[in-house]
């Protein structure tokens, strides 16, 4: 573990975060807010962990801008923000709910829960008791936590990893241990508290390289391979490089021989409006919130 690389990684993250909430306003682009945070993100030496998610209302994650996006946040949005920053493969992922109008409430309950996860972050509590104080305090706010939504482990360059934090008290005894960088990702709603698959995200992450017949599919797998590892990435980025129909057909390809893995938009079960927080941790006995420097 490169502690600097974590920090440097938390601190760009934050001040994105930041500069992030002056962007998403009524009458806003989505596009054109997504594509200025994540050249912040470069102009402060980091980069992109994955692309930057903006999720509205009822989505509750995995809302990445299209090359030719056309959202605009309108009166009333709640607007999640996720956001990660790696340096030399190090991530802070950190999110926040930006309220377009009145769902304040339901933003504390998600902000509260992660507060008080926090306190319990350090070796040796066990995965339920995170759980389990996330879904009381959701609940005394009197919203569902999302129960199939969790944070997670990081890794180097690995967005997603073990442990699972879940937002409910699923019983997983298992111990956070010392050194551990995980993410805790409280969800709250007015809805269900379930998540389901919607339409494909346009977000993609290599799951297993290996040969490709195609010339032209080998000239993008090999592109990502090099930019991206095994991080997350989407669609535009490789627009930015590559013509439209080199990248929708290779795109399509690796996707089919399951080389790459397409995430999905994640609605609400119920359409119920979701809220989001997160901070990047070190577990130790005093814990580092990397996301928060």
Known sequence: MNIEDYKRAGKIVAETREYAKKLVKIGGSLLEATEMIEQKIIQLGGKPAFPVDMSINNIAAHYSATINDKTIFQDGNLVKVDIGVHINGSIADTA???????????????????????????????????????QETIQGFGFSPVRNLSGHGLELYKVHTKPNIPNINNHD?????????????????????????????????????????????????????????????????????????????????????????????????????????????????????????
């Open 96 to 134: 926040i709910s930006i309220d377009l109008g009145n769902n304040k409430d339901l933003i504390k309950a998600a902000e509260t829960a992660l507060d008080e996860a926090v306190k319990l972050t350090k070796p040796g509590t066990k995965i339920f008791e995170i759980g389990q104080v996330i």
């Open 173 to 293: 005894d298992s111990l956070l241990k010392e050194d551990q960088v995980i993410a805790i990702e409280p969800f709250a709603t007015d809805g269900a508290g379930l998540i389901i698959d919607g339409k494909p995200s346009e977000i993609y992450e290599l799951l297993n390289k290996k040969p490709v017949r195609s010339q032209g599919s080998r000239k993008i797998l090999d592109f990502i391979d090099k930019e991206y590892k095994s991080l997350p990435f989407n669609k535009r980025w490789l627009l930015k490089k590559f013509n439209n129909m080199e990248v929708t057909l290779a795109l399509n390809s690796l996707e089919r021989e399951g080389i790459l893995h397409q995430y999905s938009i994640l609605p609400e079960k119920n359409n119920g409006i979701v809220s989001q927080a997160e901070h990047t941790i070190i577990v130790r006995d005093n814990p580092i919130i990397i996301t928060n420097i």
